[in-house]
């Protein structure tokens, strides 16, 4: 699970210790000099790196949303219907990823949709993810009838219909966003229960589990301490998965007036909503896709340094291929060293 | 070893009463009636004095690690008792046993699986103290497990790596300072050496000594192979198909063996004599242990042995006192 080191960055001349993930020195213990050192490590995996700065790039564009956007994102312009991105050949400045079949400005609606689509993502994520693994967790740790009563309720919401569920749910309640993640959640959440039992079933036979309880750890500390921990490489997994799912799950309630009302957006309404104008206007739903693309990529590189950023072993592999890697450029890029040699 | 010789009239540490340990074991019948049980240990009584080695040996599958683990409550009791210190922990549950836990710990016997690979060797070791709430983080612990590393063989600067750092012997010592970390009295060794090079295993088991020696420790040592029981033990248990087939002191065991099933074990043993292993005469029995699940009704080691008679096949034998402190299950041996 290496990333290859990549041989074209200017920075090979740096000393390596300067980006030594700072495993053997426990001493900087200030959270400042941690968090330099962590952001240094990410700075030296090139694609976690390029993942975190689009994040910090999205969060930022959901945050100033109205400062950045060229126009107002529910002004309709009928005159201005299905104007082409810039580069094609009815294309205008004004307006750069070209309008909706509304005459909506599709940029500003990139930009105003992060917002929704994001919160959306991350809050149903943290929800259900939280909720699943932790039922998942008492499960599996304690077995049993306790076992036998979550799983086989598990099984019951799986064996409900989701979009049903939904349909009840927002008819009683009426659709806003706080509807949505809520109904989402409570759809989402039985995947983390099952996965997190799998897991906890098997990490609990292992010895340093026993180990922990025999030195007399409570169930709540050799919970959290050593077993979750080490489950932590596919739940990041699956979270991320389960994030790209979300967002078009929030689509799909919105295109069916479910979800997100409008003059609101969000992403995956604006793909649902394209989709008739596939044929004529592609840019409808291929640049709100994008979008939603480029964020789960996004995640999905930084998940994966977290991955490995979290297990020791793995992260060391890291660090000395990173420095290997270093040395070979050094050697390369200096022909009196080679030639000496 | 001399010195357990003075202390044995005392009070044993440790004294099981017919342990019996049954673990469920499917259900046969047409319709599934009939709840079947594996007979893991049948009735074992040992008793172990402050301060001595008893090696308890057997093949796999005899119920050794059973026994073990049944000594320190990690597996239900079906009947017997289990005293430690006099007092009766057979049953004890709760924040009652996370307590015995500082009297009473465990070596594993997989060095690679028993140490948690995302926690640094310091919080492994201070992880007992702080579970038990004797220091409050792992900062103050530093000093004490500074000096536990120390005293196991450790270099000092180990405490800040990870597991995969060090080799399977250097393991089994973080394990072994872990154990200590609580001052227990008692400790427990599952096979720790048959996961290690022959060639460190001499070490880890010298440790063990010195640091028997340095805490008055009692061990329970659990095994497979007598030369490494030989060499540690003060008495010797034999077990075989979860009974107790002979108890002694280890030099009797090896001298002057009682059960023909001791014999067996005591001939496998090589000898670093190329001359003399020759001309040892291997004891090699036919046949396989009994099934767990259905035990026969006599001796269970009845269809293997050379001297088995009618009674050996219908009653099973006491372990009845064959020479002063040597107890073996044989009817035919005097």
């Known amino acids: 699970m290496e990333y290859p080191s990549d041989s074209t960055h200017p920075d090979g001349d740096e000393a390596p210790d300067l980006n030594a993930p700072q495993i053997q020195e ?11 050192a962590l952001l240094s490590e990410l700075w030296h995996d090139k694609p976690g790196f390029v993942g975190f700065v689009i994040i910090v790039a999205l969060v930022l564009m959901a945050i100033f949303a109205p400062l950045i956007a060229p126009y107002d994102p529910a002004e309709q312009s009928l005159r201005a219907r299905l104007i082409p991105p810039v580069w094609q050949e009815r294309g205008t400045w004004e307006h750069v990823l070209g309008t909706d079949h509304l005459g909506r400005d599709i940029l500003s609606r990139i930009i105003h949709g992060s917002r929704i689509s994001m919160i959306v993502g991350v ?58 993640i809520i109904v989402l959640a409570l759809n989402g959440w039985m995947v983390y229960a099952r996965m997190t039992r799998g897991i906890v079933l ?75 104008y596939l044929f004529v206007a592609w840019w409808l739903v291929t640049i709100p896709g994008c979008a ?36 070979r450029r050094k050697k390369s890029s200096s022909p009196a060293i080679q030639a000496a040699e | 070893m001399a010195l357990a010789e003075q202390i044995e009239p005392a009070e044993p540490l440790v004294r099981v009463e ?6 469920p074991g499917g259900r046969a019948g047409f319709w599934g009636q009939t709840e079947l049980e594996v007979h893991a240990i049948e009735r074992m009584s040992f008793e172990i004095f402050p301060g001595e080695t008893l090696g308890l040996v057997g093949e796999s599958g005899s119920g050794k690690t059973t026994a073990g683990r049944a000594v320190l409550g990690r ?84 405490f800040e790596r990870f597991p995969h750092a060090f080799s399977g012997g250097q393991r089994q010592r973080v394990v072994i300072a872990r154990a200590l970390a609580l001052k227990p009295r008692f400790i427990v060794a599952d096979e720790p050496v048959s996961a290690l090079d022959v060639s460190i295993r001499a070490q880890v088991v010298n440790l063990l000594q010195d640091l028997q020696q340095e805490f008055g420790l009692t061990y329970l040592f659990i095994a497979h192979d007598l030369s490494v029981v030989q060499h540690v033990s003060d008495r010797i248990a034999i077990m075989y198909a979860g009974k107790l087939f002979e108890i002694g002191s280890a030099d009797a065991i090896y001298s002057n063996p009682k059960h023909p099933y001791t014999e067996a074990l005591l001939s496998a043993v090589p000898v670093p004599d190329p001359v003399i292993q020759r001309s040892q005469k291997r004891i090699v029995f036919e046949g396989e242990p009994p099934s767990p699940i259905y035990p026969p009704k006599g001796c269970r080691f009845a269809k293997r042995c050379p001297l088995a008679t009618a009674q050996c096949e219908n009653e099973e034998p006491p372990l009845a006192e064959k020479a002063p402190g040597q107890f073996a299950a044989c009817w035919n041996r005097n």
């Not at chain 1, 699956?238 to 969000?266: D, K, Y």
């Not at chain 1, 340094?305 to 420095?323: G, I, L, M, N, Y």
């Open chain 1, 26 to 36: 426990e001493e900087k213990t200030s959270t400042f000099a941690k968090a330099k």
């Open chain 2, 75 to 158: 597996t239900p009791v079906k009947s017997g008792h289990i005293y430690f210190d006099g007092r009766d922990i057979t049953n004890i549950e709760g924040d009652a046993r996370r307590l015995l836990s500082r009297d009473m710990q465990l070596i594993f016997q997989d060095p690679y699986a028993s140490l948690n690979p995302r926690m640094r060797i310091l919080d492994l070791v201070a992880e007992p103290l702080i579970v038990h709430g004797l220091v409050r983080n792992r900062d103050e612990a530093v000093d004490e497990v500074k000096e536990l590393l120390r005293k196991v063989g450790l270099p000092a600067n180990a």
């Open chain 1, 292 to 327: 939603i693309a480029i964020t789960v990529l996004a995640i999905n590189l930084l998940a994966n340094w977290a991955r490995v950023t979290s297990d020791p072993q793995e992260r060391e592999k890291r660090f000395a291929t990173s420095v290997a890697a270093m040395r």
């Open chain 2, 18 to 23: 017919d342990l019996t340990v049954r673990f």
């Open chain 1, 202 to 276: 098997s990490v609990r036979q292992m010895p340093y589990v026993e180990a922990a309880e025999m030195v007399g750890g409570r169930s709540f500390h050799v919970i959290f301490r050593h077993i979750l921990p080490n489950m932590m490489s596919p739940l990041l997994t699956l979270g991320v998965l389960e994030f790209a799912r979300i967002v078009l799950a929030e689509a799909a309630l919105s295109f069916l007036g479910l979800g997100i009302q409008p003059p609101a957006t969000s992403w995956g309404l604006d793909v649902a909503n394209g989709k008739d």
């Open chain 1, 123 to 180: 809050a149903v994520v943290a929800l259900a993810g939280g909720f699943g693994i932790t039922m998942g967790l008492i499960a599996g740790f304690f077995g049993g009838r306790i076992d036998a009563a979550i799983m086989r309720f598990v099984d019951t919401i799986i064996a409900f219909p989701g979009l049903l569920l939904a349909l009840v749910i927002l008819a009683v309640i009426g659709p806003s966003m706080t509807t949505v």
